[in-house]
């Protein structure tokens, strides 16, 4: 068994070959671009012959696809994104076998996610947009977590900005807040609304960042120390983060994220 993963993982990245510009699936969707490789699948830009659109195909890779585990998750993503129906978050169009391969399609966001603003574009985030942004998402959170979803990776590179709207993608750690959960997990990947509320608190301090400037001679100091904030939006974050008295309901971490912004207009 020891042996047996190293050795399945090379072969995967042998058969998992990148699916070149052109190709057609099943006669129906044709490769315009690659768009990343996350854990458990490959995600392209296709152009839909049948819809007349371009939409997102997602598909399982290949040592993913010979588990339960892998093809569970699949499972998982298509059925949470099945369950939503709300403007924020990608309409699921398709979903299907291409020979031996699982794959979904769904909603093409015209947009860019915040890492590629940040960190490609170099846009810089005031505290007031990013506790803006922020609030946005917390909604988009609220929205899921009434559903009973728990999101799991709300990182800067699954958060997309689309016509000033702030939209969320990548289900594939999503999970029903009912779900049961023997393992011992750390709080970012907890299945409970606290995980997806440290998430805000780094997606917060992403967008913050943004704005710091430093001559990288400066010894690196914790962050609230090299980011000057507002007491209110410290204190925010430090709850988020669990730094201080975790939230424990959304309604209170709502009444903390207003009293921060309402502080900001003062
Ligand atoms: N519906 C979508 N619309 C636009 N871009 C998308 C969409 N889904 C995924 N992407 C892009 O592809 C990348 C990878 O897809 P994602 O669903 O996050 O899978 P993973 O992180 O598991 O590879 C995203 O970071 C984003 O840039
Ligand atoms: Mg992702």
């Known amino acids: 068994m020891m042996l047996f993963k190293p050795v399945i993982l090379a072969f995967s990245s042998l058969i998992d070959k990148e699916l070149p510009k052109g190709e057609k699936i099943n006669n129906r969707y044709v490769i315009e671009e690659f768009l990343g490789m996350g854990s458990y699948g490959y995600s392209y830009l296709v152009y839909d012959s049948f819809l007349g659109r371009k939409v997102v195909l997602k598909m399982v890779r290949f040592h993913k696809r010979i588990t339960k585990k892998g093809i569970r998750v699949h499972q998982y993503e298509i059925e949470i994104l099945k369950s939503l129906q ?60 009434n559903k009973g979803i728990v999101h799991r990776d709300l990182r800067i590179p699954n958060i997309m900005l689309e016509d000033n709207d702030v939209r969320v993608i990548d289900f594939g750690l999503a999970k029903w807040l009912s779900d049961t959960d023997n393992k011992k997990r750390e709080l970012k990947s907890e299945i409970s609304p606290q995980s997806d509320y440290f998430q805000l608190g780094h997606f917060l301090l992403f967008l913050l960042y943004s704005n710091y ?8 100091r914790p962050w609230d120390e090299e980011l000057s904030l507002s007491l209110k939006t410290n204190k925010l974050i430090k709850r988020l983060l669990q730094i201080d008295k975790p939230f424990e309901t959304i309604n209170e971490l709502k009444q903390c994220y207003l009293e921060a912004c309402i502080k900001r207009e003062e």
Do not use: C
């Open 213 to 220: 400037e430093t001559n990288g001679m400066e010894k690196e």
């Open 86 to 145: 709300h403007p924020s978050f990608p309409a699921i169009f398709d979903e299907g076998m291409w020979g031996t391969v699982p794959f979904f399609t769904m909603e093409y966001v015209h947009g860019k996610t915040f890492e590629q603003l940040i960190f490609i574009e170099g846009q810089r985030f005031t505290e007031e947009e990013a506790l803006a942004y922020g609030l946005k998402l917390l909604e988009r959170m609220e929205y899921l977590h």
